[in-house]
């Protein structure tokens, strides 16, 4: 009994901290005052999931205890996506109001655990699969970004994170309380690590370092490659690879691409092949050529890839392209 006390005892100081923090964060002012927020909210998820588990392994637990640790755990995946989402977002102060759907689980499962607390175990165990998806997707945008490179920070986070998801799906499977509270108290520790780790480096505090001055020679070199060599037309290119046939760092020629074509790394690509897509479009009403032949010549991977690209970069498909536009005696618009 005395264990179990003192692993409470721990792992609620920790959860305490946290939201303490996060009180912090919420005061805080910085250019990335959402990034700032969304962070403090994500502790104060983990804290109530944190809070749950201790009134668990400390006695009988309430049906509004069962909802609060549910919505808690349901609210981390969604959070952390749009942490990443918004990273480079610095300008922005809330959410787009679509994105609040994906906080609908978490508050309608709280509100049917609430009232009907038998359904935990398939509760807690759907969302927490679902956090891990929402992981993945973070990392995928989290390697999008442009400052991926040197940012341990959120490497750090991504990593504390699911670290936390295995914990989570290791408790379900813990049969004693001294094991289940361990679980707790290692979930507490991670998030110690991250909460400390955030005040010392007190990253959220500086405003983004202005940017370098560009060297010219490497903005022709790049610009060059991509518009004269056309190096967009390679099915395999990726911004690493890239950077390795420059012997430039990706992380400069995301940056340099972004500064000369207004566009992330892909958009770019995928614009320099629409725009060859079309002109091959215009071409292809003499010549007959397949629209999958098409795609294929300037560099993508599979028509469906190509069909995606044309319709987000001209509002519709190719075929509805050419009628509206290259059909007509007068050309283009």
């Known amino acids: 009994m005395n264990t179990l006390l003192v692993l409470a005892f721990f792992s609620g100081n920790v959860a305490s901290l946290s939201i303490l923090a996060s009180l912090y964060f919420f005061l805080m002012r910085g250019a990335s005052k959402l990034k700032i927020i969304l962070l403090g909210f994500l502790f104060i998820a983990i804290s109530l999931r944190v809070l749950k588990s201790i009134i668990f392994f400390s006695g009988s637990i309430p049906s509004l205890g069962i909802a609060m640790g549910f919505f808690g755990l349901a609210c981390i995946g969604p959070i952390i ?24 689980p978490a508050i309608i499962g709280s509100i049917i655990l609430a009232i009907v607390p038998d ?26 970004t442009s400052n991926f490179k040197y940012n341990s920070w959120n490497f750090l986070l991504l990593v504390a994170v699911a670290l936390m998801g295995v914990v989570f799906v290791l408790q379900f499977y813990m049969n004693t309380i001294i094991s289940y509270a361990m679980g707790t108290v ?26 370098k001055k560009l060297n010219p020679q490497l903005i022709h070199k790049v610009k060059n490659t991509v518009e004269i060599e056309k190096v967009y037309l390679e099915p395999t290119l990726t911004l690493d690879s890239l950077g390795r046939k420059l012997d430039i ?75 509206k536009y290259l059909l007509r005696p007068e050309g283009r618009a």
């Open 186 to 211: 290692a979930i507490a520790i991670i998030l110690l690590v991250i909460v400390v780790g955030a005040i010392k480096t007190n990253f959220l505090a500086l405003r983004p370092r202005p940017a």
């Open 81 to 104: 996506w749009f942490y990443f989402q918004y990273q480079d977002k610095p300008n922005t102060t809330r959410i787009q109001r679509k994105d609040y759907v994906h906080l609908l």
């Open 119 to 144: 359904f935990s175990s398939v509760f807690y165990r759907s969302i927490t699969a679902l956090l891990f998806i929402y992981l993945a997707f973070s990392f995928i945008r989290c390697k999008n």
């Open 249 to 323: 760092p990706s992380y400069m020629v995301s940056q340099i691409i972004k500064k000369e074509y207004k566009k992330t790394f892909p958009e770019t690509i995928n614009h320099f092949r629409i725009n060859d897509a079309i002109e091959e479009l215009n071409e292809s009403l003499l010549k007959e050529t397949k629209i999958e032949s098409i795609a294929y010549n300037v560099g993508f991977n599979t028509p469906s890839a190509f069909y995606s690209a044309f319709r987000k970069t001209t509002g519709m498909n190719p075929t509805e392209y050419q009628k």
